[in-house]
C-alpha cells in the first residue's frame, strides 16, 4: 500500500463511482482529465484503458461523436456485488453460522482447480483442508453468483454449516485465515490514510479537485481489504483488531470527501460534453 495504486485500479474506481451514472460510459477525454488529477499521463491512461478492454472490462463506444469506453455487463455486475461488499461494511455475527465450499475437479480440468481456489480467496474464503472453504455465512449468495458467472458450479457445492466441536474457534480462524498478513495491510492503510483525514479535517474550504483524487486513491487502496477480510464474527478476531479502526477510518474519509470528489467529477464531465 505503500506504492501508488496501478492506473487500471484507479480507472476501475472512477468508473465504479461515477461511470454508472451515465450508464457505464465515460469519454477518453473525460478519463484522461480525471486521471490527470491523480498525477496519472496519458499514454498511461490510454495503455491501462486498452488491458481493461482485453479483459472485458470495457467496451469501445461513441456517443454524440466522443470516444469513450462502457462497462461491460460483466463488469457491471462485479461492481454491483462489490458496492455490497466494500459499502456494506458487513461483519458476521457468530450465530449466523458459515457457508463452506467444496469441490471436486478432475485431473482433465485442473484449470478451472486454480480459477475456483483463485475466486474463493477473493472472496475472502479460508481454506480448512484441501477442497473445503470457509466463509461467514453471508457469502453465500456472492458464491454461488460466482460459481455461476464462472461455469464452476458443476464441480462444487454449496453448504451452511456450523463449528460444533474440536478446538477453540478463534485459533481455527487464526488457522484458516491469514491474520497477521491482514492487520499488517490495515496498518499500512491507517498510516496513509490518517494523516489524509487529520489535513481535511483542518480545513474550512475543501477543494473539489483535491477531494476527488484523495477519495480516489483511498477507495482503490480499501477496496481489496474488504474482500481478504470477508467480516470475521468480531469474538473470533484479536482484542482491539485493527481492521474496525481501519474501517472507521475508510468510511470517515468517505463522508468528508465523496460529496466533494463527485461535485468535481459532475462539473468536469459537464464541461467537456458542452
Do not use: C
Amino acid at each position: 500500500m505503500g506504492k501508488a495504486p496501478q492506473p487500471r485500479h484507479l480507472i476501475v474506481t472512477v468508473y465504479g463511482l461515477y461511470a454508472r451514472e451515465s450508464d457505464g460510459w465515460l469519454s477518453v477525454a473525460a478519463l484522461v482529465s480525471l486521471l490527470a488529477d491523480l498525477e496519472v499521463d496519458e499514454p498511461a491512461v490510454r495503455s491501462s484503458i486498452s488491458r481493461l478492454k482485453r479483459r472485458g472490462i470495457l467496451v469501445a463506444s461513441k456517443r454524440g461523436g466522443a470516444a469513450g469506453y462502457e462497462l461491460s455487463a460483466e463488469a457491471r455486475e462485479i461492481l454491483r456485488e462489490g458496492d455490497e461488499r466494500i459499502f456494506g461494511g458487513q461483519r458476521a455475527a457468530l450465530s449466523d453460522g458459515w457457508v463452506l465450499a467444496t469441490f471436486s475437479v478432475p485431473e482433465s480440468d485442473r484449470h478451472k482447480r486454480h480459477v475456483l481456489r483463485s475466486q474463493l480467496t477473493k472472496l475472502g474464503f479460508g481454506n480448512t483442508a484441501p477442497g473445503v472453504w470457509i466463509a461467514p455465512a453471508h457469502l453465500r449468495a456472492a458464491t454461488i453468483s460466482m460459481l455461476e458467472r464462472y461455469e464452476l458450479s458443476g464441480y462444487a457445492d454449496v453448504f451452511h454449516a456450523e463449528h460444533k466441536a474440536f478446538g477453540a474457534l478463534p485459533d481455527k480462524v487464526a488457522q484458516w485465515w491469514d491474520l497477521e498478513q491482514l492487520a499488517t495491510l490495515y496498518e499500512e492503510f491507517l498510516q496513509v490514510y490518517v494523516p489524509v483525514q487529520r489535513r481535511w479535517r483542518r480545513r474550512r474550504t475543501p477543494k473539489a479537485q483535491e477531494a476527488f483524487a484523495d477519495y480516489v486513491r483511498a477507495l482503490t487502496d480499501w477496496r481489496r481489504l474488504p474482500y481478504l477480510d470477508p467480516g470475521l464474527p468480531a469474538e473470533l478476531l484479536p482484542r482491539d483488531w485493527v481492521g474496525m479502526r481501519a474501517t472507521e477510518l475508510f468510511f470517515a474519509l468517505r463522508e468528508d470527501l465523496a460529496e466533494h470528489a463527485h461535485a468535481h467529477v459532475t462539473e468536469l464531465v459537464s464541461g467537456q460534453a458542452g
